[in-house]
């Protein structure tokens, strides 16, 4: 029986009907499988946690690489077809948390799978992406050493941009790692069919953090109020979020090396730590 006959027995068996909000779509190719799997470069001795495992293939195979798998997986009927399927085939080291992770985020303390070394490897649900990245990399203390998550190719796309089509998300995700595409995968290798392309993504931790956490709060501020006008100049929006007059917000991109009349697009985060360095010195007193 192939992985999509596996899928749709196992759906009849435990009548599940694969919610889009819920961004079910299963993955039925077993050799994307084991790209993400080999992308993880993983190690016996390694931690993985692995979100929204569904109906658990990739789960079986990480945990026959790793120490532990710790999936969190949100639906209880997929939780309870995940927990049969391992106990099933005998496999014992996987910890099974059936609750929403972005809840979990929000109570750290109450998640000691988050303590020590571990890597992030999941076909995320897409509906969670941003806000599942944004808690990873910004929020969470203890951050995993290493990210393989299948996402929408779209948004695959924009994490990875480069100045001229960059957005509040890449910037957002740059400013702490580095991120790659390691394939993009057709939407006829998922049931149901999705109506758009994926891709898988590796997320590299910088080994250094570019700024002082202290600082991390001014920093986005800066750079929220960039990108809140999308097809307006970057003095514009910099000077309405600042509530400062456009002359001097035009004056500190000039002084941050800028054209004056540059678009927060356009901008790498290199260039984004320049412009925070003139709106941020001494001479100027962020609000708040």
């Known amino acids: 029986m192939n992985l999509l006959e596996q899928t749709k027995e196992l759906c ?28 993880a ?23 026959k690489k790793v120490k532990r798998v710790i999936a969190v997986e949100l639906d209880d009927k997929l939780a309870e077809v995940l927990h049969t399927g391992l106990m099933a085939q005998e496999i014992l080291n996987v910890e099974m948390v059936n609750e929403d992770i972005l809840k979990i985020l929000d109570k750290p303390k109450q998640a000691p799978f988050l303590k020590g070394s571990y890597k992030i490897v999941a076909n995320l649900p897409y509906n969670i992406t941003s806000i ?11 951050k995993p050493e290493l990210t393989v998550l299948m996402l929408q190719k779209e948004v695959a796309e924009r994490i990875i941009a480069k100045p001229g089509k960059m957005s509040l ?9 580095k991120p790659e595409i390691m394939q993009t995968v057709a939407k006829e290798n998922f049931w149901p ?12 931790l910088h080994p250094v953090p570019l700024f002082n956490k202290d600082k991390e709060k001014d920093f986005f501020r800066l750079v929220k109020f960039g990108f809140s006008a999308k097809r307006k100049m970057l003095k514009n929006n910099l000077a309405a979020g600042f509530k400062i ?12 090396g800028f054209n004056p009349k540059i678009r927060a697009q356009e901008l790498s985060v290199a260039d984004w730590l320049k412009l925070f360095k003139c709106f941020f010195s001494a001479s100027y007193k962020p609000e708040g």
């Open 245 to 256: 007059s456009q002359e001097e917000a035009e004056k500190k991109i000039i002084e941050a």
């Open 193 to 204: 069919e999705p109506k758009v392309g994926s891709a898988v993504v590796k997320i590299f």
């Open 12 to 39: 009849r068996l435990y009548d599940i009907k694969p919610a889009r909000s819920k961004g079910q779509n299963f993955l039925i190719e077993e050799k994307i499988y084991d790209d993400i799997v080999a992308a």
């Open 41 to 63: 470069d993983l190690k016996s001795d390694d931690v993985v946690l692995e979100v929204g495992p569904g109906l658990g293939f990739l789960t079986a195979k990480l945990a």
């Open 132 to 142: 599942f990245l944004r808690k990873f990399l910004s929020e969470t203390e203890n």
């Open 169 to 177: 998300l890449a910037v957002s995700v740059q400013c702490y790692a």
